[in-house]
């Protein structure tokens, strides 16, 4: 079996085991791969992956905390990663789900500054989140809720 080649920031670069471990969808594999380092763009979908994926699980308490601790950790690296994916995707940010998942996950947490202050960082980087109010409605449901919750 020969080698798999992918193409990242204008050139062919043999796959590394991060590329390899998040487009499997095995989230043990896809774990494993965290601490390796790899390029801006396959670090970009590793961490998206896993969020999406335990997203999906989170009542689980175990794929809950994992969602939570992933998600944080792409959203305060997506600064250093943006620019590399930005040139990757022909100048455009793609969709970047972590942020929705985020924001919900931490609204069902109760953690609602910390979901609107995720909010605000999608709104910064010109994100929507795929509804017709975006990001700034989900900004005013997330206060609502906070307000009856007090």
């Keep these: 079996m020969g080698e798999t080649y992918i193409y990242r920031m204008g050139r062919h670069i043999k796959a590394d ?7 499997s969808g095995d989230l043990n594999r896809m774990l494993k791969a965290v601490s390796i ?3 801006p763009v396959d670090r970009h979908f590793l ?15 175990e794929m809950h905390r994992i969602c939570r ?3 944080e950790k792409h959203i305060s ?8 994916l930005k040139q990757d995707m022909g100048g455009d940010l793609p969709r970047v789900s972590t942020f929705q998942h985020f924001t919900t ?4 947490d109760g953690d609602y500054d910390y979901a609107i202050e995720v909010c605000n960082t999608a709104i910064n980087y010109g994100f929507d989140d795929g ?11 997330i206060k609502k809720k906070k307000v009856s919750q007090e």
Excluded: H
């Design 17 to 23: 085991k991060v590329f390899e471990a998040w487009s």
């Design 37 to 39: 380092k790899t390029n």
């Design 47 to 61: 961490l998206q992956t896993i969020v999406e994926v335990t997203y999906e699980r989170r009542k689980e308490s």
């Design 69 to 71: 601790e992933i998600a």
């Design 77 to 84: 690296e997506f600064a250093a990663l943006a620019p590399a």
């Design 105 to 108: 996950l931490l609204t069902e």
């Design 131 to 141: 509804t017709q109010s975006g990001f700034e409605g989900r900004i005013e449901k």
